[in-house]
């Protein structure tokens, strides 16, 4: 049976009808917000993580260059970034799809949050650590790798949540350069219908259920890494 | 943690104070909220020292003038200001609405004021014609909310041509977006394609009319509660009886469409409808644009 068919025994005109009749486009832009998301918080942990390291051990040209990135792009509006990728990329020959172009925008810009999130981790370690890591014979790598990483990243876990969620929100400004994510479908249903309150209650209840989901999967995901016996001081 | 209290205190009572400020009574006469997405020449944009501009914004302001209320004009995004409307935030919709059966459903609409079709906008080095812009693939771009937009889905994609619809916040982003060639074709209307096709400077082209033969309309929320449909239809006759109406048109849909002199003559003369004189207004902008000898205020 198709969809549409299972649709028509609801009220015409009634909200479940409209929920009903909506539901597999705004299903599939919650899978491209779900694909932006993730591809953005990929992007932005390795930035991030890279950005830290830098910030912390780096010497002084790569402090320097993570600390200024990290710095303009928390200085700019995310809505002003996307439409330098976008529409000011071309410029310079430069010509990505709309979605790429959330993806790379997002992405970057989660990775100077995510940087100050890792420096805050990995400096809460205390020196003593590294020294000692050093004094064992580990190289500067090694001690950055086996001592301070592990412990770094099961520290950040609860304020990164806050990360993927807010990116997952955030993603919704990508309707902006056409990226068909869930807020631009129902924009485009909506512009269609008139029937806006209903049809954003319906993407604001997605979007809530995805935030739920997150925070659950991340909380067991603490859980499961806990190391007992483990305490920072 | 004593003085974060303190100022916490004061930013509250300084962010509260801000509030009623801002709520406080407007002046007695009637004042409507007019709301245009003015980012669409020539029927409105906001000119190089931020002001509001246009066709549309012209006929309100003079029909306001001509039927002794006052108006105040709000920017908003064209798919907005139909809720907008419905949800009483906004008095009127002026920014070139066609009248749909499906928008009938959900405003009301005045006297039709316009009459435009849709029109195909190319790249002038892309060698498409309104056939090949729309081959099965290529991406076609429209503003949402839109008869355009409308006219691709139900015409184009219903049909079984397989083109990718883009949709943008506003036609000049489209337009933008055909230039840096992320678009095959961009369907609007023929008017406000036309001003594109010159501020490009040869870039863009019209490379067909779709005779959809759209009637552009004002909006007011469904049942009219503020009875302002009667003025504004009563307004509009008077001002094609008082022929302010033709050299309106004239002046901003002539022969030669060209922003930065109407922007020009618009400053010079706006000041006559301060002095409530729309019909000296209108007759010394389309002097102004003919290249004539006009009068300033």
């Known amino acids: ?22 539901a597999p486009r705004l299903i599939q832009g919650t899978a491209t917000t779900f694909q932006l998301t993730m591809l953005a918080i990929g992007l932005g942990l390795a930035g991030g993580i890279l950005l830290a390291l830098g910030r912390v051990y780096g010497n ?57 999130y890792f420096r805050g981790a990995i400096q809460s370690i205390s020196r003593g650590q590294m020294l000692a890591a050093r004094a064992i014979g580990m190289t500067n790598l090694q001690a950055i790798r086996y001592v301070i990483l592990p412990q770094a990243l099961r520290i950040v876990i609860p304020p990164w949540s806050n990360e993927l969620i807010y990116t997952l929100k955030y993603s919704s400004v990508a309707f902006i350069i056409g990226a068909p994510e869930l807020m631009a479908t129902g924009q485009i249903i909506a512009s269609r219908n008139f029937r806006y309150f209903e049809v954003f209650l319906i993407v604001a209840f997605i979007y809530l259920v995805c935030v739920l989901i997150i925070s659950k999967l991340l909380d067991i995901a603490e859980q499961k890494l806990k190391i007992p016996g483990l305490e920072m001081r | 943690m004593r003085a974060i209290v303190r100022w916490g205190v004061v930013v509250g009572v300084l962010a509260v104070a801000l509030g009623i400020w801002g709520l406080a009574p407007q002046a007695q006469t009637q004042v409507f909220r007019v709301c245009s997405d003015i980012a669409w020449p020539p029927f409105e944009w906001v000119d190089a020292k931020g002001e509001f501009v246009g066709f549309d914004l012209d006929v309100m302001r003079i029909i306001a003038i001509l039927k002794g209320y ?31 059966e499906e928008r009938k459903k959900v405003v009301d609409f005045s006297d039709p004021y316009w009459e435009s079709n849709q029109s195909v ?92 033969e759209e009637r552009f309309g004002f909006l007011v929320r469904k049942g009219d509660p503020l009875k302002l449909l009667p003025r504004i239809n009563d307004g509009m006759k008077e001002m094609k009886k008082k022929s302010i109406w033709n050299n309106l048109v004239e002046a901003y849909f002539g022969v030669d469409v060209n922003l930065e002199r109407i922007t020009q003559c618009w400053a010079d003369l706006k000041g006559w409808l301060d002095k409530n004189q729309p019909e000296a207004y209108a007759e010394n902008l389309a002097a102004c644009m003919a290249g004539e000898s006009y009068k300033k205020p």
């Open chain 1, 1 to 22: 049976m198709k969809w549409e068919q299972l649709c028509q025994g609801l009220a015409e005109e009634g909200f479940l009808r409209l929920a009903c009749d909506i």
């Open chain 1, 60 to 116: 002084k040209l790569i402090y320097w260059v993570s600390t200024a990135y990290v710095q303009f792009v928390r200085g700019t509006p995310v809505l002003v970034q996307l439409f330098l990728i976008y529409y000011g990329l071309p410029t310079f020959e430069i010509r990505l799809d709309s979605l790429t172009a959330a993806i790379i925008g997002l992405g970057l810009n989660s990775a100077a949050y995510q940087a100050e």
């Open chain 2, 70 to 100: 006052k108006i105040t004009i709000q920017n908003l995004g064209f798919d907005s200001i139909i809720p907008a409307v419905q949800a009483g935030q906004c008095d009127i919709g002026a920014s070139g609405f066609t009248i749909t």
């Open chain 2, 121 to 212: 906008l190319v790249r002038a080095d892309s060698g498409l014609n309104i056939i090949t812009a729309f081959k099965p693939g290529n991406k076609i771009g429209a503003q949402r909310g839109t008869t355009g937009a409308q006219w691709v889905e139900d015409n184009v994609i219903k049909q079984g041509i397989a083109v990718e619809l883009k949709l943008y916040e506003t036609y000049p982003l489209a337009e933008q977006d055909l230039i840096n060639k992320q678009l095959h074709a961009v369907v609007e209307d023929e008017p406000a394609a036309k001003v594109a096709v010159k501020a490009s400077k040869g870039v863009l082209k019209i490379v067909g009319i779709i005779m959809t």
